[in-house]
C-alpha cells in the first residue's frame, strides 16, 4: 500500500483503499502507510453485522470531499431551504444510524482488542501457509501468491461450480466458489479464508476434503 501511495502522490492524486478483506486480521497504520481513505465492512473480520462500514478520510483531506447525500443531520438549518453541514466526519453520517449494529461493532472491536491483533495475525497466517502448502503438494494450480501476508488463500479446482459446492456442502465446509468465467464452466476458483479461530486439525480436514476435487 506504501508503494501505491506514494505512486499515486507523485501524480498529484489520492489513493482509496477497499480494506475489508484485511481489517481485523493484522494491526495496520494507515497513517504510515499514506492511505488518503478507506473503507471497510465489519461483517467479515471484524465479525460484527451488517448495515454500518466505517469510513476513513485522511484529516488534512476531509474539506476536499463532500458527501454524496445529505439528509437531516446537519449542523444548522438556513432560511429558504439551505443549510450548513457539519465540518467535521460526521457530515458523511447524513440519516438515522443503524444503532443496533454500532452496539455490535462496540462489542466486536472490543474483543478484538482484548485478543489483540498481533495475536490474530499469527494465528490466522499460519493456518493459510498450512493450507497453501498443502494445496501445492497436492498439485493445486494456486491463485494465491507464494509469502502472501493475508489469511486468504485460492486456488483453482477443475470442475463446475454445483459438483464443487455440492461435494463442500455434503462435507459441511463452509468457503467461497467463484467462477472466473461467469457461468458454470469447467473450472472454478475456490476461496478459503481461515480466521484465527480456525486449527490445524481443521484445516487437515479442508486438505482431506480437497483430495476429492481433483480430477
Do not use: C
Not at 102 to 130: C, H, N
Request: aromatic letters at 12%; proline letters at 5%.
Amino acid at each position: 500500500m506504501k508503494g501505491l501511495a506514494d505512486l499515486a502522490h507523485a501524480h498529484g492524486a489520492y489513493l482509496y483503499a477497499d480494506a475489508e478483506r484485511f481489517i481485523g486480521t493484522a494491526p495496520v497504520d494507515v497513517r504510515s502507510l499514506g492511505v488518503d481513505f478507506f473503507t471497510t465492512g465489519t461483517y467479515k473480520w471484524i465479525m460484527a453485522g451488517f448495515g454500518v462500514a466505517p469510513f476513513y478520510v485522511r484529516h488534512e483531506l476531509l474539506h476536499r470531499i463532500q458527501p454524496a447525500n445529505v439528509g437531516w443531520m446537519v449542523e444548522k438549518m438556513l432560511p429558504n431551504y439551505g443549510y450548513q453541514p457539519y465540518r467535521t466526519a460526521r457530515k458523511f453520517e447524513y440519516s438515522s444510524p443503524a444503532y443496533d449494529q454500532f452496539y455490535e461493532l462496540v462489542a466486536a472491536l472490543a474483543y478484538l482488542k482484548r485478543v489483540g491483533l498481533d495475536r490474530i495475525e499469527t494465528q490466522s497466517l499460519g493456518p493459510a501457509q498450512q493450507l497453501r502448502k498443502g494445496l501445492v503438494d497436492r498439485g493445486f494450480d494456486i491463485f494465491t501468491p507464494e509469502g502472501n501476508g493475508s489469511s486468504i488463500v485460492s486456488f483453482f479446482v477443475k470442475k463446475g461450480r454445483v459438483k464443487v459446492q455440492a461435494l463442500l456442502e455434503a462435507e459441511r465446509v463452509k468457503v467461497s466458489v467463484q467462477e472466473p468465467g461467469g457461468s458454470d464452466g469447467p473450472m472454478v476458483r475456490v476461496r478459503a479464508a481461515p480466521a484465527f479461530f480456525n486449527n490445524a486439525g481443521e484445516v487437515k480436514r479442508f486438505l482431506e476434503t480437497s483430495e476429492k476435487m481433483i480430477v
